[in-house]
């Protein structure tokens, strides 16, 4: 089995290297077309083919080289991870029933005055919930006085720090509770209360459960995950998936939604990964918007078990923080999870 530290390097240079291959190829297809689009009928005078120039083709030569030379080199890499996160006692079926389930539920917020009670109470009546910790991201509206009215603890902070640094602080003070599951979710009322009812079994057998929000179904029409958020988190969660392969099982884990905050957590793992999660020495997230993937790595290379399963979604109570940002700073959020998959 290759070295973890190595395995991170070949995956980086695997990827970067597949995405510069890629070009090349498409770049050299389209040119190759148009030029014989253009030059067709002189070409078919001069009595040279599109195979003919494919064949003379020195570019092409080389290029077929290199993508040679990548595949045999992806295989191996592959080949070679065949026994990755196989240990009996780490990586397979366990059973370790949690007793006395004490909930405490982590939601960060700024701004949701019209959707904060009906999220809190809905949390609030759960089996086993025994607190709810709103960390406030220094809302200007009613939002705190009516998360205290509703009975939760709320966390007001000094400054605008961001939605990352609300979860992580929220994470942190759950753990100064005692409870033993330990649940993240929005505050705009998206997420269900009653899925936890599904979520917790799932922690006799692992440690970390996250909801997948992919299943139309269960979806509510006109959420926010347009198909361009469904099919780019799909991408990146399949990236994690196959930068944590295993042949035997497809990989430690099966993911399809890279960007679901809505989890839950035995306490012992969130303990095991939580001071991994700011950068040392200071309280700044690493991975910023990303840090819901970045916790899924956490998990994973701490050897912790994590489930997916599909969870209702519904359309947000409220304006949406992100509305207006324009498909470019979408896409620059997309792309700064991609480079954190790649790096961390």
Aim: proline share 1%; glycine share 6%.
């Amino acid at each position: 089995m290759i070295n973890f530290k190595i395995m991170k390097i070949i995956y980086f240079i695997l990827s970067i290297s597949f995405v510069i291959i890629f070009i090349a190829n498409f770049s050299w297809v389209i040119f190759n077309l148009y030029m014989f689009v253009i030059n067709g009928i002189e070409s078919i005078i001069s009595g040279q083919t599109l195979i003919e120039n494919v064949y003379y083709s020195k570019f092409l030569r080389w290029l077929i080289l290199v993508d040679v030379l990548w595949i045999i080199s992806t295989i191996t890499y592959i080949l070679k991870r065949k026994s990755y996160k196989t240990d009996t006692n780490l990586h397979y079926l366990q059973n370790c029933k949690i007793n006395e389930k004490k909930i405490c539920v982590v939601m960060p917020t700024f701004n949701e005055e019209l959707s904060i009670k009906q999220v809190i109470e809905d949390f609030q009546k759960q089996d086993y919930v025994k607190y709810v910790i709103v960390i406030d991201n220094k809302s200007t509206d009613s939002t705190v006085k009516i998360a205290k009215d509703c009975g939760a603890i709320v966390v007001e902070k000094n400054e605008n720090k961001g939605y990352s640094h609300s979860l992580v602080m929220g994470l942190n003070e759950a753990l100064k509770t005692d409870a033993n599951i330990i649940t993240m979710t929005e505050s705009d009322g998206t997420f269900n209360g009653y899925d936890l009812e599904k979520m917790i079994p799932y922690l006799n057998n692992c440690d970390m459960v996250i909801g997948s929000r992919q299943n139309q179904v269960i979806s509510e029409k006109g959420n926010q995950n347009s198909g361009f958020f469904v099919w780019a988190n799909f991408f990146l969660a399949k990236l994690i998936q196959i930068k944590y392969l295993s042949l035997d099982h497809m990989g430690i884990v099966n993911l399809t939604d890279v960007g679901c905050i809505y989890r839950t957590f035995r306490r012992e793992a969130l303990e095991k990964i939580v001071s991994n999660l700011t950068y040392p020495g200071t309280d700044k997230p690493i991975g910023g918007v990303g840090i819901g993937l970045y916790i899924t790595m956490q998990c994973i290379e701490k050897d912790l078990k994590i489930i997916e399963i599909p969870v209702t979604f519904k359309k947000r109570i409220g304006k949406s923080k992100l509305t207006g940002v324009g498909k470019r700073k979408t896409i620059g959020i997309g792309l700064k999870f991609l480079w954190l998959i790649l790096i961390s």
